[in-house]
């Protein structure tokens, strides 16, 4: 089977030859071309785009320290252990939220100082 394989291989490729490539940044007349100045109908298209942009850009609330956040699920575990409702959302992040260290180590020191931690 081997012979059979051996017999199927292509010819043995030539050798292939280095060369060195060269960057060229910058030097005029070696195939850069130079960006043309912007006219003055483009600028002002850009600005209108930039503006536009700038427009839409959603403003991200600050992260949450973890303490923080710590409260607030120990405030939603109390709600909800008073029996008051909770939104599905709220229990589906409270949920995944107690399965992290950062909740496990917080509750610990919970349990060990209760609400004086929080200052």
Do not use: C, N
């Not at 002002?44 to 303490?67: F, G, K, N, T």
């Not at 008073?82 to 992040?93: L, M």
């Not at 409270?94 to 200052?119: I, N, V, W």
Request: charged share 35%; proline share 8%.
């Amino acid at each position: 089977m081997g012979r059979d394989l051996d017999a199927l291989a292509p010819d043995a490729m030539p050798p292939i030859e280095a060369k060195v490539v060269r960057p060229i940044f910058g030097k005029q007349g070696r195939g850069v071309e130079p960006t043309p100045p912007m006219s003055d109908a483009e600028r002002l298209a850009e600005a209108a785009i930039v503006a536009d942009l700038s427009a839409r850009r959603v403003e991200r609330a600050p992260e949450e320290e973890p303490r923080a956040r710590f409260k607030r699920a120990l405030e939603l575990e109390r709600q909800i252990a008073a029996g008051e409702s909770a939104t599905r959302d709220q229990q589906r992040w409270l949920m995944s939220y107690q399965k992290t260290p950062e909740y496990q180590a917080e509750r610990m020191l919970f349990e060990d100082h209760g609400d004086g931690m929080f200052g």
